[in-house]
């Protein structure tokens, strides 16, 4: 089977540099951005079957509105959406999840804790490894 493509969009380098190495030990080969737009080209260049994007990010455009553009994309349109947020949990949820998100993760994490709820979206969505 071939390897799994994930997009990290965050403008925090640690926190991008973090879920990248997560999931490139989880198997997933890993592309980063700093900021939308530069995540949608990611997006656009390596066609994932995973994005994780902070709900914040600097710009015109926010994390919520790079969701909103991955779903109405051909392409990545089934991806799975992890969002994350160091903001207002309860806030984010309904933006995030409005958007296409398939689920609020909040920061700070653990990348076990991270890991443990990717894994669980990916099967429930039917995605292999």
Not at 53 to 65: E, R, S
Not at 98 to 111: E, Q, R
């Amino acid at each position: 089977m071939s390897t799994l493509r994930a997009v990290v969009v965050d403008d925090d380098r640690l926190n991008r540099e973090i879920v990248a190495k997560t999931l490139d030990s989880n198997g997933f080969d890993t592309f980063q951005a700093e900021d939308a737009i530069k995540g949608f080209r990611e997006v656009e260049n390596s066609t994932p079957q995973l994005g994780v994007i902070d709900v914040v990010l600097p710009g015109t455009l926010d994390g919520v509105g790079l969701c909103q553009m991955v779903r109405a994309a051909p392409d990545t349109k089934n991806s799975v959406i992890v969002m994350i947020t160091a903001s207002d949990r309860k806030k984010e949820a309904g933006r995030a999840l409005n958007a296409g998100a398939d689920v609020l993760i909040g920061k700070p994490f653990s990348p076990k804790q991270f890991w443990n709820q990717v894994e669980q979206i990916l099967k429930s969505r039917g995605v292999q490894k």
